[in-house]
């Protein structure tokens, strides 16, 4: 059972940014990949973005395309989400999770292809 640790969320001024991490709690050679996705209030939860092992490749929702990056250490079995530019619209609670198989693409921006969450970090950016 992989556990997975949210941190840095906060609030911030439109504009701004702010490094979103995620431990997991084991070595992650035996995960796939690893994404973040966000649920505003009333809204159902999106895809933000991911990162798959090996190969090691990103995926970005459009939304946040060219403002977030994804990365990862893998000696800190750890991902982070830096967000730059932020706005309004981005506020939301922001999850972790892993996949332990392969997945494709457009799978993983998929919630249902997830095998383990994170509890969630809140992020507000005030206008």
């Known amino acids: 059972q992989v556990q997975l640790v949210e941190s840095g969320g906060g609030l911030v001024q439109a504009g701004g940014s702010l490094r979103l991490s995620c431990a997991a709690s084991e070595r992650t050679f035996s995960i796939y990949a690893m994404g973040w996705f966000r649920q505003a209030p009333g809204k159902e939860r999106e895809f933000v973005a991911a990162?798959?092992?090996?190969?090691?490749?990103?995926y970005y929702a459009a939304s946040v395309k060219g403002r977030f990056t994804i990365s990862r250490d893998n000696a800190k079995n750890t991902v982070y989400l830096d967000q730059k530019s932020l706005k309004p619209e981005d506020t939301a609670v922001y999850y972790c999770a892993a996949v332990r198989s392969w997945a494709s693409a457009s799978s993983l921006t998929m919630s249902t292809k997830y095998d383990y969450w994170g509890q969630g970090t809140q992020v507000t950016v005030s206008s």
């Open positions: 990162i798959s092992w090996s190969p090691s490749n990103t």
